[in-house]
C-alpha cells in the first residue's frame, strides 16, 4: 500500500510533519475512489433523496424510509421504518467468488443493523461475462453458493434480484447485493457519535489479517494475476457469527444500550471508528491492543486495517459497558471496550505509541475530488439482421439472459422469515409488513444491454423498469437505492458512460417521485479484458395495501382477454401498428449481432406506473406481466403454463425495417400485458395515459399460438419449459 505524492502533500500540509506509516495506509484506504468517491461524488448531487417519506437520507450505513399511513403519509412518531442499502463486492468475487459474495452479503446486513434495524429480505444483481464461458459459469456459481450458504445461515431470505450475462464482464464480474430491515421511530441509531466521555465498544469475530487493503484494492483495475496476488485482500465470512450478531444487536436495541453504530467493513476498524465520530464532528482515543483478535502478534497496522467481517462499533455510555459486554458474551461473541470518544483528533495508540493523530473530519472528508474529462458516447447505426421467426424466438427465449433463473432462486430460502407473499421469480417479490398492514414490493436489477446501447436513456429504462416491476403486483413506488458501476474514470468514454448512467437514473427516479435515498459507487471495473458496462443497479420498494398480487402467469378463463399495455410499435399515438419501434438494446440484436438507436419512453412514466398499479388491483384482473427484456416474445411465454395457454395475434407495422422483430422483440419498458375480465375498463384507466391494445385470449390447451402480421408459430408448454431451461441444463 502507498498514498498518492498528490494526496500525501495534502496530508504534510495538515499535519505539519510526515503521516505514520499507519496514518498513510489510513489515509490512503478512506481517500481511496472505494471510500471517498472522488471520481463519482460531483455527480451524485444530480439525484432527489429528499421527500416527506424519507427520515434519513445518503450518508449514514443504510438509508430510512417511513411507510405510508400516517395522516400526512411521512414520518411520525409510532411510524413504522424501513431501512435501505445496498453494495458491490465486485473485486473480491472475481478473486473468491464464494467468500467475495457471502462477505457482500453479510456487509449489507451489518450495515442494516447499524440502524437499530432488523434484516427482513435480500436483494442480488449478479453480471457475468458470456455464459459459453468456462470461467464466467465458474465464477456464476461461486458466487450463488457465496450468497445462498451466507444467506440462508443468518436466516434473512432473499427474494428478489438478476442475472445478466455480457462478454464485457469477462474480466470482472459484478455482485451487487441490496438488504431492507425493518424498524421505527424508537429503535432508530444513526452513525454520528453523541458525546465525549462515551466509550467505544467493539463487539463481533476477533480481528484477523484478513482483507488487508481491502478498500484501495477495491479502487484499482483488476491485474491478470488478481485471482492469486489479491486474494489477502478478500475477507472470509463466518455467517453464524453474523446470525448472533444480528440477535445480539437486537437485544443491544431492544434495552436502549446503544447511542450510535457502525459496522466494521471498509478500512477496518480504522474506517468504522473514525466515520463515527467524524460525523458528530468529535474525535476518539483508541488503544488499539485492546481488540480483541484471533491471530498472535498483530502490529498496528493490520489491527487498524483489517477487514474481518462480522464486528460492530458501538457508541456506549459508560454506565451501560457492563451490560453490553454480558449480552456480547450471551452470544458468544468477543466484546472489546477500545477507547472514548473525544472533543479533540482522533488518536490511536498502540502498546503506548501513539500511531495515529489526526482530525478525524480531515480523514474522513479531506480527499479532493477529481476533474475527470468525458465523452458521450456515440449513437448505434441501425444493423438489423435477418432472421426467420422460430430461429429467432427460439434464441431469445432461451437467452441465459431471459431464460429462467430457477436454478438460482432455488438455492435461496425466500421463506424464512415468514413474511414473503410474493417470491422470486415473479416481476417482484412482496413482503408482508405487518406492522403497517402493507405489502412492501422489491424489484432490484439493471440491464447492460440498454446501457451499453444508450447510458442516459437505458439508464431512464432501468429506473422505469423497475417501478414497472413493483406496479404489476399493484404497489407504487416509494424509494430506491443504486449501486453504480462503472470501468476506469480516467477514461474520458468511460466517464462519459458513467456521467449517463447517473443522469438518466436520476431523471427518472425524480419523474417517478422515487428517492434515490441511498446507493454505493463502484468504479475501476476494468481489466485487461476492457471495461463493463456502465451498470447502474437499482433496488426500488413500493408499496400496497395487503400482500396478495396478481399472478404472473394466465388461467384458462374463457370470459376474459389479453391486453398490451403500452406501445406495440412507437410513434403511434393509439397503439396502432403505425410507427416504427427501435430495437437498441434487445436481447434479440444481442443474439444476431445487430445494432440499432435506442427505444424511445413513455411521454408520462409515472402515470403508467400509478395507473397500472391500481389496474393490477382491481377485481377483473386475473394476471398481470411487465414486458421489458426480450419483448413481448419472452413475456408472452413466460404467461403460458401447463393448464393455460395463449391464442395471440400481434398487427405489424408496415414502416418498420423488420416489422415481425419490431413488433415482437423491441424492449421499451413500462408496458405490461394483463388478462382482464372487463378490457373496457382497463382502456378507460388509461385513456391519455398509454394506448390499450387487445392481443387475444387464454386457452385451456397450454399452448403460445401466436400470430405476427401473417407470421404465425406455435409452441407448447413443455417447448417454453425447455427453452427456458438453459442455465439448469447446463449447470446440473
Known sequence: MSLADSDRELV????????????????????????????????????DSEGEQVVIGPGDDAAVVALPGSE?????????????????????????PFDGAATGVGGIVRDTLSMGAYPIALADSLYFGGFDREHSKYLFEGVVEGISHYGNCIGVPTVAGSVDFHPDYEGNPLVNVACVGLTNEERLVTAEAQEPGNKLVLVGNGTGRDGLGGASFASEDLAEDAETEDRPAVQVGDPYAEKLLIEANEQLI???????????????????????????????????????????????????????????CYEVEPENVDRVREIAERFDLGCSVIG??????????????????????????????????SEEPAEPETDLPEVDLESAVEAVVSSPNTASKRWVYRQYDHEVGVRTSVGPGDDAAIIAIREAEQGLAISSGAAPNW??????????????????????????????????????????????????IVDGLADMCSSLSAPVVGGNVSLYNDSVAGPIPPTPTLA?????????????????????ALVLVGDL????????????????????????????????LPDDPAAVVETLAAVADDEATLAVHDVSHGGLAVALAEMVTDEAGLEVSIPTAASAADPVAAALF??????????????????????????????GAATADGRLELAVGDREIELTAADIAAHRETIERELE
Request: with cysteine; proline share 6%.
Open 12 to 47: 504534510v500540509d495538515e499535519l505539519g510533519r510526515e503521516p505514520t506509516q499507519a496514518e498513510a495506509a489510513l489515509f490512503e484506504n478512506l481517500w481511496s475512489e472505494h471510500c471517498a468517491y472522488r471520481s463519482s461524488r460531483p455527480l451524485l448531487s444530480a439525484f
Open 72 to 96: 400526512d403519509g411521512g414520518a411520525e412518531e409510532g411510524s413504522t421504518y424501513i431501512t435501505m442499502g445496498i453494495e458491490s463486492h465486485n473485486h473480491p468475487s472475481y478473486v473468491d
Open 254 to 312: 431492544d434495552e436502549g444500550l446503544i447511542e450510535s453504530a457502525r459496522d466494521l467493513g471498509a478500512a477496518g476498524l480504522g474506517g468504522a471508528s473514525s466515520e463515527l465520530v467524524a460525523k458528530g464532528g468529535l474525535g476518539a482515543h483508541i488503544e488499539l491492543e485492546r481488540v480483541h483478535q484471533r491471530e498472535p502478534n498483530m502490529n498496528a497496522l493490520e489491527i487498524l486495517l483489517a477487514e474481518s467481517q462480522e464486528r460492530m
Open 340 to 373: 472514548d470518544v473525544t472533543a479533540e483528533n482522533y488518536t490511536c495508540t498502540f502498546e503506548g505509541e501513539t500511531v495515529v493523530d489526526v482530525d478525524a473530519y480531515f480523514l474522513g472528508e479531506g480527499a479532493p475530488m477529481n476533474d475527470l474529462p
Open 451 to 500: 446501457t451499453t446501447a444508450a447510458p442516459y436513456e437505458g439508464a431512464r429504462a432501468v429506473a422505469l423498469e423497475n417501478a414497472t416491476n413493483i406496479a404489476a403486483k399493484g404497489a407504487t413506488p416509494l424509494a430506491a437505492v443504486d449501486c453504480l458501476n462503472g470501468g476506469n474514470p480516467e477514461k474520458p468514454d468511460v466517464y462519459g458512460g458513467f456521467e449517463g
Open 540 to 560: 426500488m420498494v413500493g408499496t400496497k395495501a395487503g400482500y396478495d398480487a396478481p399472478p404472473l402467469s394466465v388461467t384458462p378463463d374463457e370470459g376474459s
Open 569 to 600: 410499435a412507437l410513434g403511434s399515438e393509439d397503439g396502432a401498428p403505425d410507427g416504427e419501434a427501435r430495437l437498441g438494446g434487445s436481447e434479440y440484436l444481442a443474439q444476431f449481432d445487430g445494432s440499432d438507436a435506442f427505444p424511445a
Open 666 to 695: 423491441h424492449e421499451q419498458p413500462g408496458r405490461a400485458l394483463i388478462q382482464t375480465t372487463d378490457p373496457d375498463a382497463v382502456r378507460a384507466a388509461f385513456d391519455g395515459v398509454a394506448p390499450v391494445l387487445e392481443l
